[in-house]
Structure formats: C-alpha cells, structure tokens
C-alpha cells in the first residue's frame, strides 16, 4: 500500500511528466533527430547515432550531430548502405569519438542492415535474455566484432559488462519503445514500456537520491535497477515516464 507521502511524491512526479512530456521538449533534446525523418530505417539510424553522441553539453552534440546528419545528406539509411571506407575522407570527430571509430561503426551498420535491421539486432537480443543488460551485451557485441580496441569505439558502445548505467542505450530504447508519447516515437513493438529501464545519469541519479528514489551512490547498473523499481511502485506499466518528471524537477528546482 502506498503510504501519503508517496503518494503526495506520485501526484507531483505525474505532474511535473504531464508538463514536460509535450513537443516543446524535442527542440532541445537529442530526441529531436528522430523526428527529422519519416523512413523506418532513418528513424532507427538517426535515433541510435543521437543516443551514442549524446554526452557532453547538449548544445555541443546537438551541434555536431547536425553536422554528421548533414555529411549524410539527411539521408543516413541510404549513407549507410552506400558507405565507403575507401572514398571515406571526412574529418568528423566528437571528443573521444574520431574518423577512425566511425568506419568501423558505419561498416557495422551496412553489413546490418543489408539483410536486417537494428530492430532485429535488439530484438534477438532480447530473445536471448529477458534480461535489458544481458539484451545489450548482445546487440554491444555485435559492433565489438568491427572494432575492438579503440578507446573512443568502446566509449561509443559502452560495455554492459562494465555494470554501468547505459543510459544512452537505454534512452534510444525509450524512444523506440514508448508509443502515445508526444517525444518517444514507439516504433518496436517485441517488448512493452514496463519492461524499459530509466535512462540514468548524473542528474538523474542526484535528483533521485533527494527526493529519497535511490540510495545507492554509484550512477552504475545496480542503481538503475533500484531506481526503476522504485518507479514502477508509482506507475508499473510505464515507470521510464519518470525520466520526463525527474529532468523537470530539476529545472523547476534549480
């Protein structure tokens, strides 16, 4: 049973996500990207090159991922099929992220998506392990047979292994998954909302831990699942919606 003060938490939580949850949210938001384009494929190539990029001053990647999509001639499923390591000669680079990350990263990709696409590279995952970190480790390890010892590549495609947050993966899986959302765009339909984890980061992790949400003090796997639970006492069928409220709490309490 939920006790009052939860109870008075949940009604400010669904506030503050009924608030933020909207269309002016995407301007700003590396979500924005997925909106661009109306190609199945170009959405799942937009949105999981957004979420990787998305770290650092978000005025920053969103600068140069405008950058990127347009070396792509906002066409990046075409790119990618057409991709050329020869005729590759684009200085492009994103702090540890250099030219020669992205070739292999690219490569990764077009072999992908010649006879699948990313939706089945998850989706196998998935059906492997119910399990979100084990699903990752499967779709990581995938790209970790293009490259393996690049500093900036690993960056890119965190470890699972490592039992941190993933929370850029886990937010390009809020915007494939959650659908009647004005932000995600709902796409995959093999797993449902309650099965997502909340996209942790710093911010996240600190506005949690105030409002009494998470007491582990490591932003790491551990405490993604200790906070998703605690979530999924205030709505179980979609606890990710949390990352709406907890992003507007701290804007409202800055």
Same mark, same amino acid.
């Given at each position: 049973?939920?006790?009052?003060?939860?109870?008075?938490?949940?009604?400010?939580?669904?506030? !503050?996500?009924? +608030?933020? *949850?909207?269309?002016?949210?995407?301007?700003?938001?590396?979500?924005?990207?997925?909106?661009?384009?109306?190609?199945? *494929?170009?959405? *799942?190539?937009?949105?999981?090159?957004?979420?990787?990029?998305?770290?650092?001053?978000? /005025?920053?990647?969103?600068?140069?991922?405008?950058?990127?999509?347009?070396?792509?001639?906002?066409?990046?499923?075409?790119?990618?099929?057409?991709?050329?390591?020869?005729?590759?000669? /684009?200085?492009?680079?994103?702090?540890?992220?250099?030219? %020669?990350?992205?070739?292999?990263?690219?490569?990764?990709?077009?072999? +992908?998506?010649?006879?699948?696409?990313?939706?089945? !590279?998850?989706?196998?995952?998935?059906? %492997?392990?119910?399990?979100?970190?084990?699903?990752?480790?499967? @779709? %990581?390890?995938?790209?970790? /047979?293009?490259? =393996? $010892?690049?500093?900036?590549?690993?960056?890119?495609?965190?470890?699972?292994?490592?039992?941190?947050?993933?929370?850029?993966?886990?937010?390009? +899986?809020?915007?494939?998954?959650?659908?009647?959302?004005? @932000?995600?765009?709902?796409?995959?339909?093999?797993?449902?909302?309650? =099965?997502?984890?909340?996209?942790? $980061?710093?911010? @996240?992790?600190?506005?949690?831990?105030?409002?009494?949400?998470?007491?582990?003090?490591?932003?790491?796997?551990?405490?993604?699942? /200790?906070?998703?639970?605690? +979530? =999924?006492?205030?709505?179980?069928?979609?606890?990710?919606?949390?990352?709406?409220? !907890?992003?507007?709490?701290?804007?409202?309490?800055?």
């Amino acid at each position: 049973m939920i006790t009052k003060e939860k109870q008075n938490l949940k009604n400010e939580l669904d506030n !503050l996500c009924a +608030l933020y *949850e909207n269309k002016d949210f995407i301007k700003d938001d590396p979500v924005q990207f997925i909106h661009i384009f109306k190609n199945r *494929e170009d959405i *799942e190539i937009a949105g999981f090159i957004a979420s990787l990029f998305a770290f650092g001053k978000r /005025e920053v990647f969103i600068k140069k991922l405008n950058t990127l999509f347009n070396l792509m001639q906002m066409h990046p499923y075409e790119f990618i099929l057409d991709f050329n390591p020869e005729k590759y000669t /684009e200085d492009f680079n994103y702090r540890f992220i250099k030219p %020669c990350d992205l070739i292999p990263f690219f490569l990764a990709l077009k072999k +992908l998506y010649k006879n699948n696409t990313l939706e089945s !590279l998850f989706l196998k995952g998935f059906s %492997c392990s119910e399990n979100i970190m084990d699903a990752l480790q499967y @779709v %990581c390890n995938y790209f970790y /047979e293009f490259e =393996k $010892d690049s500093p900036g590549y690993k960056f890119m495609l965190s470890n699972p292994k490592n039992k941190g947050a993933m929370k850029r993966m886990n937010m390009f +899986l809020r915007w494939m998954v959650r659908k009647n959302s004005p @932000v995600d765009i709902g796409i995959w339909d093999f797993i449902g909302p309650d =099965k997502l984890l909340i996209p942790l $980061d710093v911010h @996240v992790g600190n506005i949690s831990r105030g409002l009494g949400l998470l007491n582990r003090a490591q932003n790491d796997a551990r405490a993604v699942f /200790e906070l998703t639970e605690k +979530l =999924k006492e205030f709505d179980p069928k979609d606890p990710v919606k949390y990352d709406f409220a !907890l992003f507007g709490y701290g804007v409202n309490n800055k």
